[in-house]
């Protein structure tokens, strides 16, 4: 017998519960991944993104579009190998989320 490991149970022999969770995730990821997202564009670029804080410390960003294709600094980032997830980030961008910030376009959800 093969052990196997599993982050979360499946659930598979529970069909409401199953569906309960179900109906969670997509609940979560639209929390996540799209609620008090504020659309933004860069002041230096144009790029556009949708941008949440959460607080001051956290910034969530979605970009709109493939970052290197409108981002001369994500545009640079990859042609050195850089690769989704990078730590690295653009100074223009943050320049213009704590400027949103500071003027009230952006609010924190503390």
């Known amino acids: 017998m093969t052990a196997t490991w599993a982050k979360a149970p499946d659930f598979a022999d529970q069909p409401a519960r199953r569906a309960a969770v179900a109906a969670q995730t997509v609940v979560d990821k639209s929390r996540y991944l799209e609620e008090g ?26 970009w709109t579009g493939d970052p ?20 690295e980030s653009c100074a223009d961008l943050d ?3 704590k400027w949103a910030v500071d003027e009230g376009v952006i609010d924190i959800a503390e």
């Open 95 to 97: 320049r213009t989320i």
């Open 68 to 87: 290197a294709a409108h981002c001369p600094v994500y545009a640079r980032l990859a042609e050195q190998g850089a690769g989704p997830g990078r730590p």
């Open 37 to 62: 997202l504020t659309p933004l564009r860069c002041l230096t670029c144009q790029s556009e993104v949708m941008v949440r804080k959460s607080s001051s410390h956290q910034t969530s960003i979605q």
